[in-house]
């Protein structure tokens, strides 16, 4: 336990040895080290001062998170951070998805790795304002699954603050997995001193969403961070009329024909104006009032809505930003209006 780190052979949810409840609380019940802890020592974790001293240049510091798995809150990571270096804006993006790390693959740098200097790890670049920090270019294969116990996340978390190089930054935006764990109980424990500005909360309309992304909610005013507001993404399937897949089926056989060309050539030929219009299908039920109602609710901005783009969904799997080629005509307008809010609501940063 040198330095205050937590054992490796810890229980999952140790609150770490410094803490006054270190081998008292209930989740030191049989853990090896519960006696250690409840004699030791107690006094502030040295590795803050590292931390605090990396963040100085750091000037805000953005959370993105979900109660919920599968909402999309890594696609809204990685197209804010693209959006926010469009803006010329310095940005670092710390993905502590340890388990599930996507944002190698969703900012097109698969196969790059981390680099030592004598300033620290290098964040790996996408250009020359945007620098990412992920386990994903650690794993000797990218296949390989991280069975890891909280105190090794933890710490993995304490050595991207502490020991990456990201030098001076407008935004830090970091992607937390799923839920409100050990990751999350980290991250805003070691940045608590520094400052966090806030956090995004991304949801999709149906209640079963909702339910989880309440909790998130109420961890943000547990712990003490301001909830910038929600997002309500994959709200509605919107693509455009020319890009919808028509079939036919062959009611003998159950087999579907498809008659994209044939319908789209008779929409030009007798309907033209309609072959840019665009089609909405709602995917989701948001019949008890979706994310907008919730926020009401619970006292929280609303941010806005981010339609089900599959121009979306091609750029994040390429790994490119939406905002770049005019494709994702459906979603790019959505992101920016809710991005252009989160900028306005951080604070002025003064000399």
């Known amino acids: 336990m040198e330095n205050g780190d937590i054992p490796e052979n810890a229980n999952e949810h140790c609150p770490g040895p410094q803490s006054e409840t270190a081998g008292k609380s209930d989740s030191c019940a049989g853990c090896p080290n519960q006696e250690a802890c409840a004699t030791a020592p107690k006094g502030p974790d040295p590795d803050l001062v590292g931390i605090a001293e990396r963040m100085s240049t750091v000037k805000h510091k953005i959370l993105v998170l979900s109660g919920k798995g599968g909402v999309g809150k890594s696609t809204l990571s990685a197209q804010l951070s693209f959006a926010l270096a469009g ?3 310095q940005v670092g993006l710390m993905d502590i998805d340890i388990c599930g ?4 693959k969703m900012l097109g740098l698969e196969g790059h790795e981390i680099h030592q200097s004598n300033f620290g790890w290098s964040p790996v670049y996408v250009e020359d304002n945007l620098g990412v920090m992920s386990i994903g270019f650690m794993l000797p ?9 909280g105190p090794r996340k933890n710490a993995l ?3 991207f603050l502490k020991d990456v190089n990201w030098g001076e930054i407008d935004y830090l935006v970091v992607d937390a997995p799923p839920g409100t764990s050990d990751e999350h109980i980290s991250i805003v424990q070691y940045l608590q001193h520094t400052g966090i500005d806030g956090a995004i909360i991304v949801t999709t309309p149906q209640e079963v969403s909702l339910i ?6 109420s961890f943000c005013k547990k712990v003490g961070v301001h909830v910038l507001g929600v997002v309500e993404n994959m709200s509605g399937m919107v693509q455009e009329l020319k890009d919808v897949k028509f079939v036919s089926m062959l009611k003998e056989s159950g087999l579907t024909v498809n008659v994209s060309e044939e319908v789209i050539a008779c929409i030009r030929e007798h309907a033209p104006d309609l072959v ?3 089609t909405f299908t709602e995917v989701f039920d948001s019949n008890g009032g979706g994310a ?8 929280v901005p609303y941010l806005g809505r981010v339609p089900l783009d599959p121009q979306l969904c091609k750029a994040a799997e390429q790994g490119k930003s939406c905002f770049e080629d005019n494709k994702c005509s459906a979603s790019a307008s959505a992101l920016k209006s809710i991005i252009e809010k989160v900028v306005a609501a951080m604070p002025v940063m003064t000399e």
């Open 101 to 104: 790390p996507s944002m190698p």
């Open 157 to 159: 978390i304490k050595q």
């Open 87 to 89: 803006m010329d804006h």
């Open 141 to 149: 294969n990218p296949d390989d699954a991280v069975v890891w116990r």
């Open 212 to 217: 989880d992304v309440r909790k998130e909610i």
């Open 276 to 278: 840019d219009v665009f």
């Open 292 to 299: 907008q109602r919730m926020c009401r609710e619970m006292g």
